[in-house]
């Protein structure tokens, strides 16, 4: 039988709250009696708000939103959202072939603010487990629980070779918009093959005002996405789980063979970037305004007069490319909340990753009846929808059915949406 319930500790404490744990906190106010506190460093909701760029949309469905798979009478949906703010007759009429990233965002910072649960301004400092709750410090106090779920999101690559060069003019893509003024008038090498990169190559040929853009990439061309019906079967709760049956072995093969179905440029966006090009050289007759140098590796970078000096490093040669500021496009990855330290040792490690249960709580030395949960960490255990938004309301649902479960608010059931 559960223990009773301290009145004092919530059941569970989520750290970030990005979409991941805006689904859950958004689920959570459906069940009675449950109580979650959702902590944020933020002061506002924010969503990657340097990538936030004219014409960037998502890569899915709107239907895949943070309910609607699981509850689609929820007032927290998309549509709930369109409703709410008139627009909904409009959007239908706009017929856009995919939801722009500024009117996504916009819906999501509309659910966030409407949720009592959320504490915005709320850095947590440290997490610890005292015994028979978990303790997530912030300088608004200490907030209690007795599970833990862990949204904290993608940390931002840096290869190596520009770390010490990092400020105005070289910076990772997630900040672009705050840099984008530095640009006019330079010579701008976009590093980075993927749909980021490939948004912020847009934007520079639709401006016009940079006076050169390089876009390097590792990979051997610009790949497309993978958008068929067949690879989009991947993106389902039935996918996710079919994965999570396979050994360790398979599971590296079948990420390797599905990675274009989520990291790829989608082909309308090479469409218009290739017909900007086309129209600017054949039509405007300019020259020399973009170099593509795909199939090339930044091997090195050095201070060179008022900009860098980038050694790149192909399959059978190697340039050097002479740049006045570098954007990185180079994805994110995932690592542990610096607040999480204390409990880093406690998880049960295979092969450089956390031991994950099929309710996407990690193995750990603690008591089974409280539970460290990983939102969008689990990619090696569930596949290539992990840390995509496909898949977000299905996995908050796994999770808050595991924690009513554990703590007995309800009999056990299905988590099936």
Not at 53 to 75: C, E, H, N
Not at 104 to 125: C, I, K, N
Not at 400 to 416: E, N
Request: proline share 7%; net charge negative.
């Amino acid at each position: 039988m559960p223990e009773t319930p301290d009145p004092d500790v919530a059941d569970y404490v989520a750290i970030g709250v990005g979409p991941a744990n805006l689904s859950l906190a958004a689920q959570a106010e459906a069940v009675p009696g449950l109580r979650g506190i959702h902590l944020e460093r933020r002061r506002e909701f924010a969503w990657h708000p340097g990538l936030l760029l004219p014409g960037a949309v998502i890569q899915i469905s709107p239907l895949k939103d943070l309910v609607t798979p699981v509850d689609p009478t929820s007032d927290y949906s998309f549509p709930s959202f369109l409703v709410s703010t008139g627009r909904f007759y409009d959007f239908l009429s706009a017929r856009f072939p995919a939801v722009h990233r500024a009117e996504y965002s916009e819906y999501l910072a509309w659910a966030a603010r409407r949720l009592p649960t959320v504490r915005f301004g709320h850095e947590v400092r440290e997490v610890h487990f005292r015994g028979d709750h978990f303790e997530a410090l912030t300088d608004h106090g200490a907030f209690r629980g007795r599970h833990l779920v862990l949204g904290t999101g993608g940390t931002p690559v840096v290869p190596a070779v520009f770390r010490e060069h990092l400020g105005e003019r070289v910076f990772h893509a997630e900040n672009f918009l705050r840099h984008e003024a530095v640009l006019p008038g330079r010579r701008v090498a976009v590093v980075g093959g993927g749909q980021s990169g490939a948004e912020i190559v847009r934007h520079l040929l639709a401006a016009g005002t940079a006076e050169r853009i390089t876009w390097v990439s590792r990979r051997p061309g610009f790949v497309p996405l993978d958008e068929s019906a067949f690879a989009n079967h991947l993106y389902r709760p039935e996918a996710a789980r079919e994965f999570f049956s396979r050994s360790p072995a398979e599971r590296a093969v079948l990420l390797r063979e599905r990675k274009h179905t989520s990291d790829g440029i989608s082909e309308s966006l090479l469409a218009e970037i290739y017909q900007r090009i086309y129209l600017a050289t054949h039509v405007e007759g300019r020259t020399g305004f973009i170099d593509l140098l795909p199939g090339h590796e930044v091997v090195g970078a050095a201070a060179a007069d008022d900009g860098y000096r980038l050694t790149l490093k192909s399959v059978d040669s190697g340039a050097l490319l002479d740049a006045d500021a570098v954007v990185l496009a180079t994805g994110y990855e995932q690592r542990p909340a610096a607040c999480t330290a204390p409990l880093a040792l406690r998880l049960c490690m295979a092969e450089g990753a956390p031991v994950v249960r099929e309710d996407f709580s990690a193995e750990w030395d603690g008591p089974d009846g409280h539970r460290i949960y990983l939102q969008n960490g689990a990619r090696h255990a569930f596949g290539v929808a992990d840390p995509n938004l496909s898949l977000v309301a299905w996995r908050s649902k796994v999770i808050l059915d595991s924690i009513r479960d554990a703590t007995g608010i309800r009999p056990k059931g299905s988590v099936s949406p």
